[in-house]
């Protein structure tokens, strides 16, 4: 059974940090891209960053940039979102999601086959 779980999320005031995790198990995780992604209340669900199964490389979208930083283990089988000056605008769920070669863009969602449940991160004074 494939599993993706996320923790990590939580409140935190603007400016603040939070470290997001995602435990996955039930596929080969070194042979998969891994995404994160957020959907705030009324909005699309967008992506945040990737990074690649082969050589680690990374993508970031435009808002996040200098902010969040993707990392995986592959020994632990797991993804991270570190996030740095938080802006209540980042308020919203986060999913990590595992994803194979696709013709959709590594930030794009529909290139990802496995989700987790998400994880609530709220910015707020």
């Known amino acids: 059974e494939v599993q993706l779980v996320e923790s990590g999320g939580g409140l935190v005031q603007p400016g603040g940090s939070l470290r997001l995790s995602c435990a996955t198990s039930g596929f080969t995780f070194i042979d998969y891209t891994m995404g994160w992604f957020r959907q705030a209340p009324g909005k699309e669900r967008e992506g945040v960053s990737a990074i690649s199964a082969s050589d680690h490389s990374t993508t970031y979208a435009d808002s996040v940039k200098g902010r969040f930083t993707i990392s995986r283990d592959n020994t632990k089988d797991t993804v991270y979102l570190q996030m740095d000056s938080l802006k209540p605008e980042d308020t919203a769920v986060y999913y990590c999601?595992?994803?194979?070669?696709?013709?959709?863009?590594?930030?794009?969602?529909?290139?990802?086959?496995?989700w987790g449940q998400g994880t609530q991160v709220t910015v707020s004074s």
């Open positions: 999601a595992a994803g194979g070669p696709s013709g959709f863009g590594v930030l794009n969602p529909n290139g990802y086959h496995y």
